[in-house]
């Protein structure tokens, strides 16, 4: 199971969303991109939390899940799954993906695995276990 800023984020918080990935930590093998790490990070710096507390977390991360670095294949995956990802959220009416959706989406097709997210650039793709 691959794992985005979302899932992690909501699991910190403690919600119904995030008891979700809960199950999956102590049943699955997960895998996070790295960039979901920055992305982490970068939320909680910008909301004020201290710097250890935040590597804390990511700490948390790196041992709970395999992090995959984002190398040629996956970059041109994810450029493509991007572009996908944009053509759907243009049509309908929602703001533009990130490119780390597109990374997030390539490195589950990559790993042909299930992505937890619940963030709305995957709702409703086979890959996706939808928790929003």
């Known amino acids: ?21 809960k199950d999956y930590i102590d049943t699955e093998e997960l895998v996070t991109p790295s960039i979901v790490l920055a992305e982490v990070a970068r939320k909680y710096l910008r909301e004020g939390m201290g710097e250890e507390d935040v590597v804390k977390r ?55 695995a299930k992505i937890v997210t619940g963030d709305e650039h995957f709702k409703g793709l086979n890959e996706v276990v939808y928790i929003g």
């Open 1 to 21: 199971m691959v794992t985005d800023s979302y899932a992690w984020i909501e699991y910190f918080l403690g919600s119904d969303s995030g008891k979700i990935l």
């Open 58 to 112: 990511l700490d948390f991360i790196v041992a709970s899940s395999i992090v995959k670095e984002i190398d040629t294949e996956l970059s041109v995956m994810a450029a493509k799954a991007y572009l996908e990802l944009s053509e759907k959220a243009k049509a309908k009416g929602l703001k533009k993906p990130s490119l780390t959706d597109g990374i997030v989406l390539a490195t589950g097709r990559t790993l042909k």
